[in-house]
């Protein structure tokens, strides 16, 4: 069983302040990462991609990947009041080449406070 | 591009009644994925579909539920007979072969009275 966890928060931040997302996951076999905002009442979008080890940077985004140790995590400097969504994580674990399956996390609530 | 369709937005039924939701995916995407998000369960797949085939439908509940993609544009899911621990979100997804990135449609929130 493909098994994502996220501490489902909420988590609270003040304006300006550096918001930190955790994710791990239980198949070593996975091979690429997803973070994925989601504001109240609306899908999900892809706000971030990450497939080797270290860090991915896109703009006020980090991504963080850590395969020895199952572990993915989403930094947001300068958190903004409009950041305040739920963020979850996927994981594309292929059983086999070309299945590209997603397995979400159950995601993070983040409020930043004005 | 107008995105991933849904339709409709917003279901209420009662118990034993046939919903059927509708999709229709971005133009020249290869896959289709169907999902269900609950505050319990969170977003789990049901079925995927690729270039109108289904793929896997290891994550349909039970035989009450049925999915097909009668060609590239438009997808249903059905539930017969509907039961109450059905209500939820039901969010259509596409992609293009290639590209892992998945575009979600805005979602059709059943209730299931």
């Known amino acids: 069983q493909k098994e994502v966890e996220q501490n489902s928060g909420p988590l609270s931040v003040p304006e300006g302040a550096i918001a930190s997302l955790n994710c791990t996951y239980s198949d070593r076999g996975s091979q690429s990462f997803f973070w994925y905002r989601q504001y109240s009442g609306k899908s999900p979008e892809l706000i971030m991609s990450i497939y080797s080890n270290g860090d991915k940077e896109d703009g006020r985004f980090t991504a963080q990947l850590n395969k020895a140790s199952q572990y993915v995590s989403l930094l947001i400097r300068d958190s903004q009041p409009s950041d305040s969504a739920t963020y979850l994580c996927?994981?594309?674990?292929?059983?086999?080449?070309?299945?590209?399956?997603?397995?979400f996390g159950k995601g993070t609530k983040l409020s930043v406070i004005p | 591009d107008a995105g991933v369709i849904q339709s409709p937005r917003h279901e209420v039924t009662e118990m034993g009644q046939e919903v059927t939701l509708r999709c229709k995916p971005i133009s020249g995407h290869d896959y289709l994925f169907w999902y269900r998000q609950t505050m319990m369960r969170g977003l789990e797949l049901l079925i995927y579909?690729?270039?109108?085939?289904?793929?896997?439908d290891s994550g349909m509940p039970e035989d009450r539920f049925s999915a097909k993609m009668p060609n590239a544009s438009f997808s249903t899911l059905k539930i017969q007979p509907s039961e109450p621990r059905d209500s939820a979100v039901y969010f259509c997804?596409?992609?293009?072969?290639?590209?892992?990135?998945?575009?979600f449609g805005p979602g059709t929130r059943l209730l299931v009275l």
């Open positions: 996927a994981v594309n674990t292929p059983p086999g080449a070309g299945s590209y399956q997603l397995t």
């Open positions: 579909f690729n270039n109108n085939v289904p793929i896997d």
């Open positions: 997804a596409s992609r293009e072969l290639g590209v892992e990135t998945q575009y």
